[in-house]
């Protein structure tokens, strides 16, 4: 009779579910096993603290329900985590359980018990996007005579035109854009996923304008480089886009007092798609969702979308008013 495989420590689990699960198996982007990574960094070291155990003599055993809410605690009161870092955490954790259920037998019912954790509900914004008179005056804002002025121009009008994220802006080389032809896009999005998005005669003018402006503009080369030449940083792109925004909130003057940021232009590409009655599974497709129910959240942003159906849903010679309660009962509840 062959000899029983040992059971695994939690220090070999963990390489092993970074190493070959997350790296190999399911071939992960570097942002999610540099996110999960800061998460058990996290954990061991407020571990380490709790319960007196350096991260080499943790077993799996260790991470019960209470120290895991103990530690989600710590992220959002002492850390002053929101709920969103909180979840992400806690699905990292959830992950790595799920995996170690499969190799040590022995803690089930410890990871049953954790798993039983619930992610932390929270107040969804209101999404905020712009009509297409401002996002108009915005794609015209930046100044044509001057080099950046001209790179703007192309980045925010690519922006619009694809609803791409701005990760997916700045990485993009001259050559992932063609303008031949039938002018196309080629994305890379989260989680290396990659999309095909088709480019507007106007976008694919700008561009061909702005590639004639670069020096040594070779396939490998950042479309929208900085002025060194190298990739655009995130806060480069937004002290632009706020410069952009204070320029055409000259003929919108509305615009100087809204929080605008390169989201936004995702969002309202997303918005205008859905207004001009193209399909929900489309839009998913063109903003690279992974799955068409994260864009049902541009259906509740929509008001005058939600008043058409409200209206034709009102039946034929009713009279507008305001629903009261037929007594005291009633009125409280629909005070609630």
């Given at each position: 009779m062959p000899d029983p495989i040992p059971t695994p420590s939690f220090s070999t689990l963990l390489q092993r579910f970074f190493v070959e699960h997350l790296g190999r198996q399911r071939a992960v982007s570097p942002r999610t096993i540099a996110a999960y990574r800061d998460t058990f960094r996290l954990l061991l070291s407020f571990a380490e603290v709790k319960i007196s155990k350096?991260?080499?003599?943790?077993?799996l055993v260790d991470l019960d329900a209470r120290l895991i809410l103990s530690f989600l605690d710590h992220l959002e009161k002492e850390r002053n985590n929101g709920a969103r870092s909180r979840n992400a955490r806690l699905a990292a954790l959830r992950s790595f359980l799920k995996y170690a259920a499969h190799h040590d037998l022995t803690a089930l019912h410890v990871i049953e018990q954790a798993l039983a954790i619930p992610m932390k509900r929270f107040d969804r914004p209101v999404l905020g996007f712009l009509s297409r008179q401002e996002m108009q005056a915005i794609l015209e804002a930046p100044d044509p005579r001057t080099w950046a002025g001209q790179r703007d121009r192309a980045l925010f009008s690519l922006m619009y035109n694809t609803?791409?994220?701005v990760s997916e802006a700045i990485g993009l080389r001259v050559g992932n854009v063609v303008i031949d032809g039938s002018s196309v896009a080629h994305l890379h999005g989260k989680g290396r996923k990659e999309r095909s998005v088709p480019l507007w005669r106007s976008t694919a003018s700008l561009i061909r304008a702005w590639k004639r402006q670069m020096e040594n503009a070779g396939d490998d080369k950042f479309l929208f480089p900085n002025r060194g030449g190298g990739r655009m940083a995130r806060s480069n792109v937004t002290q632009r886009l706020d410069l952009a925004v204070s320029a055409a909130a000259e003929r919108h003057p509305q615009l100087a007092h809204r929080s605008i940021s390169p989201h936004t232009i995702r969002h309202t590409t997303a918005m205008h798609l859905l207004q001009s009655g193209v399909d929900i599974t489309v839009i998913a497709l063109w903003l690279g969702h992974e799955s068409p129910a994260t864009t049902h959240m541009y259906f509740d942003a929509?008001?005058?979308?939600?008043?058409?159906?409200?209206?034709?849903?009102?039946?034929?010679?009713?009279?507008?008013?305001r629903y009261r309660p037929p007594d005291q009962l009633m009125q409280f509840l629909q005070s609630l």
């Open positions: 350096s991260p080499a003599a943790l077993a609803g791409a994220r929509d008001l005058s979308m939600k008043e058409r159906a409200l209206n034709r849903l009102q039946p034929i010679g009713a009279r507008p008013g």
